[in-house]
């Protein structure tokens, strides 16, 4: 069934091994990827369903096109690159072969050729494709080649061209003409012609292979008849002498050609015979002169194709380096596109090709242009007015560089990539199908005649011929058989099978033809499949070996047979094979399973049901047994063994299943089942956990078969439904059992299901219900049901409270419906509620009210009176259901009270009273009754959690806060419900500014707060705001709070009061030291006294700032006097106890006034004591001594950090001078604008201008750029390089030098800071903050950058603030602690310990 045209998709390649590998030559062999014939249309057009949809975009048509002259006269911008494309504008869509991120045309670096292209991981393109391109030697033609070097020294091969003959061309100007049987026709010329006109560099065969064309190194041009072997003509003037036939090719009339030179020129060439002698004519097409034109390509058109429109133009494709043109050569010379592609890669040169494609169902030329790695596809149409359209087609990105192109047929191209690859690639899907290497093949470069590419000339050594064709699909599937890749076969076998494959050859004919011809291959390597399978099984080994053996290969064969179709092959064939093997045969059977569950495999044959049952019960996978039988039709097999061992294996679904299909049987699953689980229920035991699985499958058993399904998928046949739902309820509601025991209940079956689970019984029950229609039968089934239901629940005090609520909010919900037909009497609602509201009953007290609860919200209300309801739920404390009948009534205030009464939800009245009244929807009288209530119960809501009773009545009645405070008796409640309300860390979600809270209240806070949280006042008085001082005051006195008072005090502004009040308690604390030592008691702690010291030293220090020095001594002298009180009292013979740290702590009092009080002063004071002015001076000598230490320590101190600092500053300023004092370097002898020499404009005296960077600029190039600022009053140069790349825009100046004419040595000038006149507004300002000038904020930065580290004035500054900042202040409000920013928090933070820089005298 295969259709191969004879030339269909060959291509051939002269090859020859190059010496030189640089890739700046041309791979220009015309035919070395050339000849193939175009593919049938017909046969494209029938595919053009799966032709790729391109967007179409047409290139703007002018009104006059150019002429060839004008184009001819355009000159060639070397400086602009014309880009292409963008396209982000056209949106066309730009993919490459593989989804690379690669740059479009104008982006990519084409100028580099050191930058190699991203280079990702192919995908697998063999095992998707397989092998797409047969490659192999043509021995015939090779050994002719070398047989005529040696014997007729031929020379090497340089040029080949293909048709139905192949002509060679040879570097000693010899053609040899081979036919289709690489049979030798003609050798034409000699090597005394080579020896005058050089190597053929060109060839070309026209259509009716009559004629040869052959082009010369030297220039000339002859044409041979290839019947005969004369030479015709031997044109030698056809264009410039000395310029190699780069290119030369027939047009589709033989009379025309078309030939390319070395220089870059192409011209037309007309044959004539006029009076029996041959002439040529020549026309110049394109000048070289004006842009080298280095290919060029005419449309060839099929015979098929002789009569299509655009033939008659007979259309021409040039490239030179810079763009396309495209011009029609009849019925007279013009251009019809002009096609700039900008700059690109010089190493790479252009290439073109035609071919003739179907889109959108018309048949079209398309042009490829590729240079470098972009592809260009362009569609050529003629409209009808007769003008010719280029519209552009979706380019193809590649990751290499191109050196030739071909098409193989409409659909496939081939390229070659500048390491010699050969990569084939689908046009539509742009798709790699294979990547070959053919870089042993030893190709020949030919690119040493094109001047502009030109790297000398190459020896070409290989003397062979090789084709490259397209192999048919069925030979693709079987060079993968033969590379033993079956599975890799089956898979581009489907792909055919499909439609889906690529580059398809040998398939024809409609769909379903093709896919008859590709399925019995299919089935051939299926079977081959399977035996080799078989044949390759390890037979020795574990056994796990062999089931990975064949699960590697038997799911392929389960896999395609299902996807052919063919169910018989695989049950029969194939299943005879495998079965020889038991592996095999278990592993074939496992494959089906998952075919089977997902229902894509019916109708399997009971030979082959019966083994996969068998195999599965063998390994002891019951569930998986289970789960087949219910997908398989078992009407074939043995029912009574298959339900004998779904009960033997506890599989009740599969048991249910065949029961139903197997025999239309379906209440014999549920008898089986209720006599497993009725025994144990009515004994009252408990249920195991298989009985419990039982009982809730028979639940969904007869859910299933109520509303129309088959259990446990799918659905009962139409025809059967109401038969199973007649047999269903029928079995249900059967007085007694089969074979039932005499002592047996009434109703056997639904007393069972209720006991084992009501509520999913009577849900069973419901969905029935609801699907019954209203016809007499089913609303007789629905009464008898519902009566039965009664009786055998109500009749027996064997049921739970929440059983029989089940029941009668099951008919509560019946009854309710519109259209209920159903009958209860109401007395056995009332005797419900009896039963479920018992007061002697306490069990089960919560699951009784939600029983109630759910049956009166299912509708049951109505069936009771509804004052007797409320009555006994009240005395039943069912709270939930007072709520819910209020809630009918509209009586919100009692609900509060059900919410307090319930200890369970009591929490939740604060939300339920909130959404009460800031909820819309509720009349101001409700709202009204329910804050009446919630005041009536304050203490109660106050008691139960005093922030959300706080915030409720802050959010809703702010202006009656008063009233709720007269109503809290309660002393520690009112305490309580104050600190939620007033203290804002309680955490309570409410505006303090809105409150507007008297003083009084907050005093009377305060007041409750000495009382039961005196440990809390003075961090309370530190949130708290709005409290007048004096009457605080008076409360912290009379509840004797020292600490409150003297906070209060000093925040009053009366620091010397403060200060008695923390002196009295001071020496209170000394006094009951001395106290205790003389009762001889134990000794006490010294930590109050310690305490109390620090808190009044902490006192002394705070406000010291804002006092005189009489103020200060005030303060201080009383502490000092204190503290050495005790020490004068005890004797020198018997000393305190505590005397040494007594004189510590008066030590820690004297080194802390040293920082306020002078040193004399101190000294003074103790000195005119009584007790140490008479002599007495033994008990300070320490205290006076640690003083001088400290003095000496600091003294010490004082000149070592002030030598750094002098050192410091020595090094910084002498780096300072010598940074400022420095020459300037310029880095160029030009300007950085405008790159010309600084000596330019000489005569125009034109100013230099050097900055410390290196720069140099002339002025005018400066002043051009607006590089100057005005900084006070002065304008000052910038760096226009160095500012222009500051991207944050901050000052970065570099200072400027001028000189007149020429660059001298620079004197820096500094400007001053600052130039303000007297009644200048800003002369505050600056005087404040200094300005620099930029000279001198780049000295200043130079400098900093010369310290690695943190200046050591910054880090005495540190040390100095975090000492000052340790003084804790506990009255004070909240201080801040050191600054976040402090250099040693810094992660870089560096110590280094070294000395000094030593600096030079």
């Known amino acids: 069934m295969e259709n191969e045209p004879d030339h269909e998709n060959v291509e051939q390649s002269l090859c020859a091994k190059t010496t030189d590998e640089d890739l700046n030559k041309s791979f220009s062999l015309e035919a070395s990827l050339s000849k193939f014939s175009y593919i049938d249309l017909d046969k494209e057009l029938e595919f053009r369903n799966d032709l790729i949809d391109d967007k179409e975009f047409d290139i ?240 060839h058109s099929k015979p098929e194709l002789k009569d299509h429109p655009i033939t008659q133009f007979s259309l021409l494709a040039m490239a030179s380096l810079t763009k396309i043109l495209v011009i029609g050569l009849k019925p007279s010379l013009k251009v019809w596109m002009t096609f700039p592609y900008g700059r690109m890669d010089p190493s790479s040169v252009p290439l073109l090709a035609w071919h003739f494609v179907a889109v959108h169902n018309y048949v079209n030329p398309m042009l490829a242009f590729c240079r470098g790695d972009v592809v260009h596809f362009l569609l050529v149409k003629r409209d009808e007015s007769g003008a010719i359209h280029v519209t552009k087609q979706k380019h193809l990105h590649l990751y290499y560089d191109l050196i030739n192109f071909t098409w193989i047929n409409s659909r496939t191209i081939v390229l070659l990539d500048s390491v010699e690859k050969l990569h084939v690639i689908d046009r539509q899907t742009q798709e790699e199908l294979e990547t070959v290497e053919i870089s042993e093949v030893q190709l020949v470069y030919n690119s040493s005649h094109f001047k502009s590419l030109a790297t000398g000339g190459n020896v070409s050594q290989a003397l062979s011929v090789y084709v490259m064709m397209l192999r048919s699909w069925r030979e693709r599937v079987d060079h993968l058989l033969k590379q033993d890749c079956l599975t890799e076969a089956l898979a581009l076998a489907w792909s055919f099978h499909e439609g889906k494959a690529k580059a398809v050859v040998g398939l024809s004919g ?428 304050i203490e109660e809501l106050v008691a139960l959690k005093p922030g959300k009773a706080a915030e409720l009545v802050a959010t809703h009645f702010s202006e009656q806060i008063e009233t709720v405070i007269k109503k809290l008796q309660n002393q520690v409640l009112l305490f309580k419900f104050l600190r939620s309300l007033l203290d804002p860390r309680e955490g309570i979600h409410v505006n303090q500014e809105l409150l507007q809270i008297s003083p009084c209240i907050i005093e009377q806070f305060i007041e409750l707060l000495c009382q039961f949280s005196p440990n809390h006042v003075i961090e309370t008085l530190q949130v708290l705001e709005c409290y007048r001082l004096e009457e605080t005051i008076q409360i912290t006195q009379k509840y004797q709070l020292c600490e409150v008072t003297a906070y209060l005090l000093e925040k009053k502004g009366d620091i010397h009061g403060a200060f008695l009040i923390m002196l009295k308690r001071l020496q209170s604390k000394l006094q009951e030291i001395i106290r205790q030592d003389e009762n001889t008691k134990e000794d006490p702690s010294l930590k109050d006294v310690e305490e109390t010291m620090v808190e009044t030293i902490a006192l002394c220090q705070r406000n010291s700032h804002n006092l005189n020095q009489q103020q200060r001594e005030a303060l201080w002298f009383p502490l000092l006097e204190a503290m050495m009180a005790p020490q004068k009292l005890s004797s020198s013979a018997a000393p305190h106890p505590h005397s040494e740290a007594l004189k510590s702590l008066t030590m820690q009092v004297l080194n802390s006034m040293a920082a306020f009080i002078a040193l004399p002063s101190i000294l003074q004071r103790i000195l005119q004591d009584p007790v140490y002015g008479k002599g007495k001076l033994g008990e300070i000598q320490g205290l006076i001594l640690g003083m001088l230490d400290t003095f000496n320590y600091e003294q010490t101190l004082l000149e070592t950090t002030t030598s750094l600092l002098n050192q410091d500053l020595h090094w910084s300023l002498c780096n300072l001078r010598a940074s400022v004092t420095r020459g300037l370097n310029p880095k160029q002898d030009y300007c950085s604008i405008c790159l010309q020499q600084y000596k330019r404009r000489q005569e125009m005296a034109d100013e230099i201008i050097v900055f410390s960077c290196g720069h140099l600029y002339h002025s005018f190039c400066l002043q051009s750029k607006e590089c100057t600022i005005e900084i006070e009053g002065q304008t000052r140069w910038t760096c226009y390089k160095c500012s222009s790349s500051n991207k944050a825009g901050k000052l970065s100046d570099n200072s400027s030098e001028v000189t007149k004419g020429r660059i001298t040595p620079s004197q820096v000038k500094m400007s001053p800071s600052c130039h303000l006149s007297k009644g200048d507004p800003a002369i505050k300002k600056a005087t404040s903050e200094p300005v620099l000038d930029p000279q001198q904020i780049q000295a200043f930065d130079q400098l900093c950058h010369l310290y690695r580290g943190s200046s050591r004035l910054a880090l005495l500054t540190e040390l100095s603030q975090n000492r000052s900042g340790e003084s804790c202040r506990p009255f004070g409000g909240s201080q801040s602690g050191p600054a976040f920013n402090s250099i040693f928090q810094k992660e870089n933070f560096q110590l280094q310990l070294i000395p000094p820089p030593v600096t030079e005298d």
């Open 60 to 299: 703007p048509q002018v009104d006059t096109p150019p002429t060839l002259e004008s184009i001819l006269n355009e000159t060639d911008d070397e400086d602009e690159s014309f880009v292409l494309e963008d396209p982000t504008l056209l949106n066309i869509d730009t993919i490459d072969s593989h989804s690379y991120d690669t740059s479009s045309v104008a982006s990519s670096d084409s100028g580099d050729r050191t930058n190699l292209k991203k280079k990702k991981k192919l995908p697998d393109s063999f095992s998707l494709h397989g092998s797409v391109m047969r490659h192999s030697l043509l021995k015939g033609i090779s050994a002719q080649i070398v047989s005529a070097a040696d014997k007729v020294d031929a020379g090497l091969p340089t040029a080949i061209a293909v048709s139905s003959l192949i002509a060679v061309g040879t570097s000693h100007g010899l053609a040899l003409i081979f036919d289709q049987n690489q049979a030798l026709r003609l050798c034409l010329g000699s090597t005394s012609v080579g020896g005058q006109y050089g190597a053929i560099s060109a060839l070309s065969i026209n259509n009716d292979c009559s004629r040869l064309l052959c082009g010369f190194a030297k220039g000339q041009i002859t044409m041979w008849d290839l019947a005969s072997g004369k030479l015709l003509r031997s044109i030698t003037d056809a264009h410039p002498p000395g310029t190699a036939i780069l290119h030369i090719k027939f047009t589709d009339d033989p009379t025309l050609a078309i030939c390319n030179d070395s220089g870059g020129s192409v011209f037309e060439l007309t044959f004539k015979r006029v009076m029996g002698v041959r002439t040529c004519e020549s026309r110049c097409l394109f000048s070289g002169s004006k842009g080298e034109v280095c290919c060029i390509e005419p449309l």
């Open 510 to 937: 409609d769909a379903s033809k093709r896919k008859a011809i590709v399925a019995d291959r299919m089935v051939e390597i299926l079977l081959h499949y399977a035996d080799r399978a078989l044949k390759k099984c390890p037979d020795q080994g574990k056994i796990q070996v062999m089931e990975q053996h064949f699960q590697d290969m038997v799911p392929v064969i389960v896999d395609y047979c299902l996807l052919l179709q063919r169910k018989d092959l695989l049950f029969s064939q194939v299943y005879d094979k495998l079965s020889e093997n038991s592996v095999a045969k278990g592993v074939f059977l496992e494959c089906l399973e998952p075919y089977i569950l997902s229902d894509k495999l019916v109708g399997i044959t009971p030979q082959v049901m019966k083994d996969l049952i068998v195999h599965f019960q063998d390994k002891k996978l019951m569930e998986n047994v289970e789960a087949l039988i219910v997908h398989m039709d078992i009407t074939s097999l043995d029912i009574q063994q298959i339900v004998l061992m779904c009960w033997e294996n506890r599989l009740y679904d599969a048991m249910i299943y065949v029961y139903n299909r197997g025999m239309n049987e379906f209440i014999s699953p549920m008898e089986k089942l209720l006599r497993v689980i009725a025994p144990p229920l009515n004994a009252g035991k408990t249920l195991t956990d298989e009985q419990v699985v039982m009982g809730n499958k028979l639940l969904v058993y007869i859910s299933c078969c109520l509303a129309g399904r088959a259990y446990p998928l799918g659905d009962i046949p139409e025809d059967l439904v109401p038969l199973v739902k007649n047999q269903v309820f029928e079995f249900l509601i059967r007085l007694h059992s089969t074979e039932a025991p005499p002592e047996e209940e009434i109703y056997p079956y639904i007393r069972t299901l209720l006991h084992f689970d009501t509520r999913e019984f009577l849900n069973v029950l419901a969905l029935t219900f609801e699907d019954f229609k209203n016809d007499k039968q089913a609303v007789e089934y629905q009464q008898r049901i519902v009566d039965i239901l009664l009786k055998v629940m109500v009749e027996n005090s064997d049921f739970t409270p929440s059983q029989v609520g089940c029941l009668f909010t099951f008919l509560a919900r019946q009854l309710a419906k519109p259209d209920n037909t159903l009958f209860v009497n109401r007395t056995l609602f009332d005797q419900v509620l009896e039963f479920l509201c018992s007061p002697d009953d306490d069990s089960r007290h919560s699951e009784r009210q939600q029983v109630l609860l759910e049956l009166l919200q299912a509708g049951g209300i109505v069936q009771f009176e509804e004052s007797r309801l409320i009555r006994m739920a009240e005395k039943a404390e069912f709270y939930q259901i007072c709520e819910f009948m209020y809630e009918r009534e509209h009586q919100y205030d009692k609900i509060i009270d059900c919410y307090l009464r319930d200890p369970l939800r009591e929490e939740e009245v604060f939300n339920y009273i909130h959404n009460i009244l800031s909820i819309p929807g509720y009349s101001v009288e409700e709202k009204q009754s329910v804050w009446q209530k919630a005041m009536d119960h």
